[in-house]
């Protein structure tokens, strides 16, 4: 079975706080894909970064830092100085070849305060 | 500036009504999706289509009818629908179906509301 856990629903920050989204997956297949989306209020769904099952190494793109480990099944987002403009809800996503569909996890909604 | 351009943005329909949903891209990608978001939940899968063929109907009903006239437009056709259908509709697009080693682009969606 391929599933995602967000376990976080909302979470609620200010200004310039780091702040960590949890991301855990469960899939059988050795190959797969890892993902997270943010999505604003506009609607649409923006890419921010894809990892592969072969790749535990960590990314960081500015105030962005992703954390992936493979032994507990998790790849956690870490928002460092968060912005209002952060506000958002973000999804972890899941591919692999076997279920041939991306598979969402229930979203979290990052609300920042100024 | 998004690269998949949704149309309508908005569309309140009754239930006897039929309108459709547009969708459009320009970077030569051959699949491209139809999800559906309810009010606080992730997309769900309903149509995908690669290379202008339907590849994968999620057991959507009926009352949608998907359409793919040519590589850059995919339609979604709407009939008779319900208030339960009331949702977010998102367009997506990847250079082919399958793809998602890389990333799925999407719209800003079409917000419809079924009275």
């Known amino acids: 079975a391929q599933k995602v856990t967000q376990a976080q629903t909302e979470i609620s920050v200010v200004e310039k706080e780091d702040v960590t989204l949890d991301c855990v997956y469960e899939?059988?297949?050795?190959?797969?894909?890892l993902f997270w989306y943010k999505q604003p209020p506009s609607g649409e769904l923006v890419f921010l970064i894809r990892?592969?099952?072969?790749?535990?190494q960590n990314e960081i793109s500015g105030r962005y830092s992703w954390n992936f480990q493979k032994s507990t099944s998790s790849f956690n987002f870490t928002i460092t100085a968060s912005q209002v403009v952060d506000s958002a809800v973000y999804f972890c996503a899941l591919y692999s070849g076997g279920y041939n569909k991306l598979i969402f996890g229930a979203g979290t909604r990052l609300a920042v305060h100024p | 500036d998004t690269e998949v351009t949704q149309t309508p943005k908005h569309l309140v329909m009754g239930m006897t009504n039929k309108k459709s949903l547009k969708c459009e891209q320009h970077m030569g990608h051959r699949a491209m999706y139809w999800y559906k978001q309810k009010a606080k939940k992730p997309p769900e899968l309903m149509f995908v289509y690669s290379y202008e063929k339907l590849s994968i109907n999620e057991s959507v009903p009926s009352r949608f009818s998907p359409e793919c006239p040519n590589s850059s437009l995919l339609n979604l056709h709407l009939h008779a629908l319900q208030p339960e259908d009331s949702a977010l509709y998102l367009c997506?697009?990847?250079?082919?179906?399958?793809?998602?080693?890389?990333?799925?682009?999407f719209g800003e969606g079409s917000r419809l509301t079924v009275l």
């Open positions: 990892r592969n099952s072969f790749d535990e």
């Open positions: 997506a697009s990847s250079p082919y179906r399958g793809s998602h080693t890389g990333e799925l682009f």
């Open positions: 899939t059988r297949d050795t190959t797969y894909y």
